[in-house]
C-alpha cells in the first residue's frame, strides 16, 4: 500500500519560492515503472497537473507552469520535491502529490493535500 504525505508551508508571501515535499512510503519512488505527481486545485476550480517525476527521472511540467516549476526527487529519502517560483495569489491552492502508474491504469494513491496561501 503506497502512501503518499505532503508537507510545506501554509503561507507564502509574493515573489518567494514555494517548495513543497512528498514522503512516500508503501513502496519505493524507483524501484517500479510508476510517475510521481504534483497537482493542485484552486478555490473554484479544477484540478490542474503542475509537474511529474518518473522512476527513471523523466519529468515533465505543465507548459503554463514550466517558466516557474521544477521537480526533483531525493530517493534515499523516497521523497520528491516540488519548487513554485516567483508565486503570485492565484498560486493559492490545495496541492497534491499523488502517484501515476500510468495512461492505462491511472492514478493510484494521493496525499491529502496541504492548503497554501499566497498572501502579503
Known amino acids: 500500500q503506497v502512501q503518499l504525505q505532503e508537507s510545506g508551508p501554509g503561507l507564502v508571501k509574493p515573489s518567494q519560492t514555494l517548495s513543497l515535499t512528498c514522503t512516500v512510503s508503501?513502496?519505493?519512488?524507483?524501484?517500479?515503472?510508476?510517475?510521481w505527481n504534483w497537482i493542485r486545485q484552486a478555490p473554484g476550480k479544477g484540478l490542474e497537473g503542475i509537474a511529474y517525476?518518473?522512476?527513471?527521472?523523466?519529468?515533465g511540467v505543465s507548459p503554463s507552469l514550466k517558466s516557474r516549476t521544477s521537480i526533483s526527487k531525493d530517493t534515499s529519502k523516497n521523497q520528491f520535491t516540488l519548487q513554485l517560483s516567483s508565486v503570485t495569489p492565484e498560486d493559492t491552492a490545495v496541492y497534491y502529490c499523488?502517484?501515476?502508474?500510468?495512461?492505462?491504469?491511472?492514478?493510484?494513491?494521493w496525499g491529502q493535500g496541504t492548503q497554501v496561501t499566497v498572501s502579503s
Open positions: 499523488a502517484h501515476y502508474y500510468g495512461a492505462v491504469e491511472g492514478f493510484g494513491s
Open positions: 517525476i518518473g522512476y527513471d527521472e523523466s519529468t
Open positions: 508503501g513502496g519505493s519512488i524507483t524501484a517500479n515503472k510508476y510517475y
